[in-house]
C-alpha cells in the first residue's frame, strides 16, 4: 500500500505510466509570437526567459506548462510553478486551468515549503510542526525589552524588517554588523543593537516552540540537505520547475531551490534584472543573471515584443536603460512596441506642491471626461509620504480614488493620533507647549514635537522616516492653510485648522470602487493602466536622499523605469521647484531624465547625492543611439543585451573580429591610458575596441555610428584609430596635450563602466 502523500503531492487524476493524451496540443501555440513559442516549445530545461515589461511573460510560461502537459511530455502532478504573490499563483492556476493543465501545482514559496515542511517535520524531526508565526512584531519588541533596549512602537517593523533581511541573506545575528558595513546598510539603529535584539528574538522563538515565515524556507531547506531520502522523495514528485520573477529571488530562496531541484529536475526562470526593486528585502538579480554561467547548457529566449505600451512610452523606457550601470545594466533588454503610435509623454515642471497636485487632478478629470475610466488611471510617487497632496486634490473635485499599499492619509495611526493632540491643544485655547509660537506652523511643530516630530527628518528609510513624513505633511498643510486663510481675511488659528482637517478627512473617506489608482512605485509592481501620472520626481526624492552608493542609485533608476513601464497611452512625469507655495524653487528634476526631457540638455555623472555634474560620453552617445532594434549582421535576429548590441552580433554567431587590429588597438589604448594617468577602460573598453576590430572604419563616419565611440571621443582617438584600422602608426602626438583634453574631461566622456 503506498503512503499518502500531502496536499501538494498528490498523484492527479493521471496515471504516471501511461501520461496524459496529447489532445490539441497544438492549439496552445495558436497566437504566441516565434520568441513566445520558442518558450512554449522548450520543454526541457534549463531554460532562462529573459522578458522586457509587457512582452508577455505569464503568457509564454504558462503556455509552456500547458503545452508541455497536453503532449504528454509533463504529468500535471509533476510540475510545480513558483511565484512571489499568491495573487500571481492564482492567476497562473485560473490560466492553466483554462488552458486545458488541470493539477498543475503555482505556490508562492512559503506556501509550497509550508506544505513540505508540515508532512516531513513528523518524520524528520518528530512531534508537530512549531506554531507558525503570524506576526513577528510582538515577538521582536519582547526580544528588545529584554535585550535592555528601549524602542518605540515605531521604530518596531523597522527592527523586523532588517531580521527578515539578515535571515533571507542568511546571515546569523554575529555577523550582522559586519554585513551592513559591508553592503552600505542603512540600518536603523545601531547594527550591534541590532544582533543582540535579532539574537534574542531567535532564542525567544526556541524557547516558546514557534517558527516565523523565513524559518519556513529554512527548515524546508535544511530537512530537505539532512534527510537525502525525503530530498529524494520531492524530486521524485516534482520534475519540473518554473519560477516566475527570478530577480527577485533571495539566497535564501535559491538555496531552497537548489534543494527543490537536486540537479536532474527541469527548471525554468523567467524575469528581467531591470525590474530588481526590492534589494532592501533581500532580492538579488544575481541568479538570473549568472543563469548561463551554473548552467552552460541552458536554452536562453529573450521576450522584446512590448504589447502593453506605445512606441512613445518604450522609448523613454529603453532610453532610461541606456544610461544605466552596473551588471544588470549589461543585460538590459532593449523592448520594441508593438502597438500603434500614441502621445508623446508630457514633462511638467511646476513651482509648488500643491499645485503639481492640482493641476494633475485636473488633467485626470479632462482623461475621465474623454472617456478614460478612472481605474486605468494612476498617480504613482516614491514614498507614501507624497499620497496626501494628491489625495485631497483629487477629492475637491470629487473624483474618487484607492490608495494601493498604504493606508489612507488620515486613517494613519500617526496622522490620527497627531489630529486628536491638535484637537485637545485647539479645545484648550491655550497649550503650553505652543504658547510662545507666533504662528499656527509654529503652534503644530510644537504639539506635534511631543510625539517625536524634529524639524529634520530621522535617518533611514523605514516606518520612523514614513511617520516623521506624515507629521511633517500636516505641518505643510498647516503652512498652506495659514497663508491661504490670512490672504482671504480670516483667522488661521488651532481651532479653525483642525476644523479643516476633519473636513478633509471626512472627504477621503468617501468609498471609492471606481476609482484613480494612488501607489507608491514599490506597490506598482506588475500592475498597468492606461494612463499613469508620476509625481515628485526631484533629486532627494528620486533618487531618494538616502540611496548613496552607486547601486542603491541604480535601483532608484529601476524603480522610475518600473513606473514609465505601467503605463500603455498617456504617460506624464511632474516635478515641483519648491515644497509649499512661496518656497525657494531649489529643488532640480531626477538626473534621470537628464537628456532625456525637452530642453534638459546634456548633464552627467552626479557625485552621491549631489545635482551638479556632466553628462557621460556614453549617456550622451547611448541617447543618441536608441533609435530602434539593432539586428545580428550574422543571423538578423534582434539583439537585446548591450555587448551583442555593440558587436551587431549575437555572442553566439561567428566573429569576423582582426585580431591583429585588436592587439594594436589595445596597445595603443594602454599608451594613452599611461600619458593621461588613467584606468584603460575610460579611453575605450575591451568591448568598443573589439567592435571596432570587427567592423574595421575607413572612416570618421562609420567610425561614429560604432556604439562606445561618441563625439568627444572621436575627436580625442579618431585619428589615431582610423590610422591603426587602415595598418598605419598614429602620429606621435600627445592627446594630453590638445586643448580642452585635461584628464577629468576624458573621464567625463567614459564610454561605459569597467
Known amino acids: 500500500m503506498q503512503e499518502e502523500l500531502p496536499a501538494g503531492f498528490d498523484r492527479g487524476p493521471y496515471d504516471i505510466s501511461a501520461g496524459p493524451a496529447p489532445i490539441g496540443a497544438d492549439a496552445v501555440l495558436a497566437g504566441l509570437d516565434p520568441e513566445q513559442r520558442a518558450v512554449a516549445t522548450a520543454l526541457h530545461g534549463p531554460v532562462c526567459v529573459l522578458a522586457g515589461a509587457g512582452t508577455g511573460k505569464t503568457r509564454a510560461i504558462t503556455h509552456r506548462i500547458a503545452y508541455g502537459v497536453r503532449s504528454g511530455v509533463y504529468q500535471p502532478q509533476q ?242 536603460l541606456a544610461k544605466a550601470h552596473g551588471q544588470a545594466a549589461q543585460h538590459r533588454l532593449e523592448l520594441v512596441s508593438q502597438r500603434e503610435s500614441g502621445p508623446e509623454p508630457v514633462y511638467a515642471e511646476y513651482a509648488d506642491e500643491p499645485t503639481e497636485a492640482e493641476t494633475t487632478a485636473h488633467r485626470i478629470r479632462d482623461l475621465l471626461a474623454q472617456g478614460v475610466r478612472a481605474s486605468e488611471i494612476a498617480v504613482l510617487f516614491r514614498t507614501n509620504g507624497q499620497s496626501e497632496v494628491y489625495e485631497q486634490a483629487l477629492a475637491d473635485l470629487g473624483i474618487s480614488y484607492q490608495l494601493k499599499g498604504a493606508e489612507r492619509f488620515f486613517e494613519r495611526s500617526e496622522v490620527r493620533d497627531a489630529v486628536m493632540l491638535l484637537r485637545g491643544a485647539a479645545r484648550a485655547g491655550s ?72 473636513a478633509r478627512a471626512a472627504a477621503q473617506h468617501a468609498p471609492a470602487v471606481e476609482g484613480v489608482t494612488l501607489a507608491s512605485l514599490h506597490a506598482a509592481k506588475g500592475l498597468e493602466w492606461d494612463a499613469v501620472f508620476l509625481v515628485g520626481l526631484t533629486e532627494g526624492t528620486l533618487p531618494i536622499i538616502y540611496a548613496k552608493t552607486d547601486e542603491q542609485v541604480e535601483e532608484e533608476r529601476r524603480l522610475l523605469y518600473v513606473g514609465v513601464t505601467r503605463a500603455r497611452v498617456h504617460l506624464s512625469l511632474s516635478w515641483s521647484l519648491s515644497r509649499s507655495p512661496g518656497g525657494r524653487g531649489t529643488r532640480k528634476p531626477t538626473r534621470f531624465l537628464d537628456g532625456l526631457r525637452p530642453g534638459s540638455g546634456s548633464a552627467g555623472p552626479r557625485s552621491r547625492g549631489g545635482r551638479g555634474g556632466v553628462e557621460s560620453g556614453a549617456e550622451r552617445s547611448a541617447a543618441r543611439k536608441v533609435r530602434g532594434p539593432v539586428k545580428c549582421r550574422v543571423c538578423d535576429k534582434t539583439l537585446t543585451e548591450a555587448v551583442e548590441r555593440k558587436l551587431r552580433r549575437c555572442e553566439s554567431c561567428p566573429s569576423s573580429m582582426d585580431e591583429a587590429l585588436f592587439e594594436r588597438l589595445r596597445e595603443w589604448r594602454a599608451e594613452q591610458a599611461k600619458k593621461q594617468g588613467l584606468p584603460a577602460y575610460v579611453v575605450f573598453t575591451d568591448a568598443t575596441l573589439m567592435a571596432i576590430a570587427e567592423d574595421v572604419p575607413k572612416n570618421e563616419r562609420e567610425l561614429a555610428v560604432i556604439s562606445g565611440v561618441g563625439a568627444m571621443k572621436l575627436d580625442k582617438y579618431g585619428a589615431d584609430v582610423l590610422s591603426l584600422c587602415g595598418g598605419r602608426t598614429p602620429a606621435d602626438e600627445s592627446v594630453a596635450d590638445l586643448p580642452g583634453d585635461g584628464p577629468g574631461e576624458a573621464q567625463w566622456d567614459t564610454d561605459e563602466p569597467a
Open 79 to 320: 510540475v510545480l510553478a513558483v511565484t512571489f504573490t499568491a495573487r500571481a499563483a492564482g492567476e497562473m492556476r485560473g490560466r492553466l486551468r483554462e488552458l486545458g493543465a488541470e493539477g498543475v501545482q503555482a505556490r508562492t514559496f512559503h506556501a509550497a515549503a509550508l506544505r513540505q515542511l508540515q508532512y516531513f517535520w513528523p518524520r524528520a524531526i518528530g512531534g508537530e510542526v512549531p506554531r507558525l508565526l503570524e506576526r513577528k512584531v510582538q515577538l521582536v519588541a519582547e526580544a528588545a525589552g529584554r535585550s535592555g533596549l528601549r524602542v518605540q512602537r515605531t521604530e518596531l517593523r523597522d527592527l523586523t524588517a532588517e531580521i527578515e533581511w539578515a535571515k533571507v541573506t542568511q546571515i546569523v545575528p554575529d555577523d550582522y554588523p559586519a554585513a551592513v558595513v559591508k553592503t552600505g546598510r542603512d540600518a536603523p539603529r545601531d547594527p550591534a543593537e541590532i544582533a543582540r535584539v535579532y539574537a534574542t528574538y531567535e532564542q525567544t522563538k526556541r524557547d516558546r516552540g514557534v517558527i516565523d515565515f523565513e524559518d519556513v524556507l529554512l527548515l524546508t531547506a535544511a530537512i530537505l540537505e539532512d534527510r537525502p531520502e525525503i530530498a529524494d522523495r520531492v524530486r521524485a514528485q516534482y520534475r519540473h520547475f518554473t519560477v516566475d520573477e527570478y530577480q527577485d529571488v533571495s539566497p535564501l530562496q535559491q538555496r531552497l531551490l537548489d534543494q527543490w531541484t537536486g540537479g536532474g529536475a527541469s527548471l525554468c526562470v523567467v524575469g528581467d534584472a531591470s525590474q530588481t526593486i526590492y534589494s532592501f528585502t533581500g532580492a538579488t538579480p544575481d541568479y538570473l543573471l549568472n543563469f548561463r554561467t551554473r548552467h552552460p547548457e541552458a536554452t536562453v529566449v529573450k521576450l522584446v515584443r512590448d504589447y502593453r505600451s506605445t512606441p512613445q512610452v518604450v522609448h523613454l523606457a529603453n532610453g532610461l
Open 431 to 502: 497649550d503650553p507647549l505652543a504658547a510662545d509660537a507666533p504662528d499656527l506652523a509654529g503652534q503644530v511643530r510644537a504639539v506635534l514635537a511631543s510625539r517625536g516630530f524634529t524639524p529634520e527628518p530621522p535617518a533611514g528609510s523605514g516606518t520612523v522616516r514614513e511617520r516623521w513624513q506624515s507629521l511633517e505633511a500636516l505641518v505643510r498643510l498647516s503652512e498652506q492653510f495659514e497663508a491661504a486663510r490670512t490672504a482671504a481675511g480670516e483667522p488661521a488659528d488651532l481651532p479653525a485648522y483642525v476644523g479643516e482637517l476633519d
